[in-house]
């Protein structure tokens, strides 16, 4: 996994030192869109010896932002902190308006959602405003029921 997340860094022109490969890993194998602090947290439960700063977990994952290994998301909720996510493929999420948390909508109901769209849509939108439409992005906002998401996955 630290191999393959060093693989990608270098294949993206940037430094690779042996933290940002553990904090790329980390995020890489996280399906819960940590933030910073989760991140960290996690390395430092796992690599007591490492000696990574936060600093260092904030700049590296910016820097994987910047080459497209990673996106940001705007924070919400109680923390307010950003969120990660090492799938950079467009892909809809929900999210909780209490905790801020973002959990990846199931595939085929991602599926579902996108052919839903009016075939001509996009055009029209084109059309009408001039802006041309190179990406769709859901976000859906709410709650999950009694609270939890039993069935998302929220290990890191
Ligand atoms: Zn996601």
Same mark, same amino acid.
């Given at each position: 996994?630290? #191999? =393959?997340?060093?693989?990608? /860094? ?10 940002? @490969?553990? +904090? %790329?890993? !980390? ?9 910073? #602090? =989760?991140?960290?947290?996690? /390395? ?10 936060? @600093?260092? +977990? %904030?700049? !590296? ?96």
């Amino acid at each position: 996994m630290i #191999e =393959e997340a060093k693989q990608k /860094i270098a294949s993206c022109g940037i430094r690779c030192t042996h933290q940002r @490969a553990i +904090v %790329y890993a !980390t995020l890489r194998e996280s399906r819960a869109h940590p933030t910073a #602090e =989760e991140i960290y947290t996690t /390395i430092m439960t796992r690599h007591p010896d490492l000696g990574v700063s936060m @600093a260092t +977990v %904030y700049n !590296t994952l910016e820097a994987l932002c910047d080459v497209g290994l990673a996106r940001k998301h705007a924070g919400s909720g109680k923390t307010g902190s950003a969120r990660y996510d090492a799938e950079c493929k467009c892909h809809p999420h929900l999210r909780d308006r209490e905790s801020g948390r973002i959990v990846d909508l199931p595939p085929d109901l991602a599926s579902e959602l996108f052919d839903a769209l009016p075939q001509n849509m996009i055009e029209r939108i084109r059309e009408q405003t001039g802006f041309d439409v190179q990406r769709i992005c859901f976000e859906l906002v709410g709650s999950f029921k009694n609270g939890n998401a039993d069935n998302h996955p929220t290990d890191i």
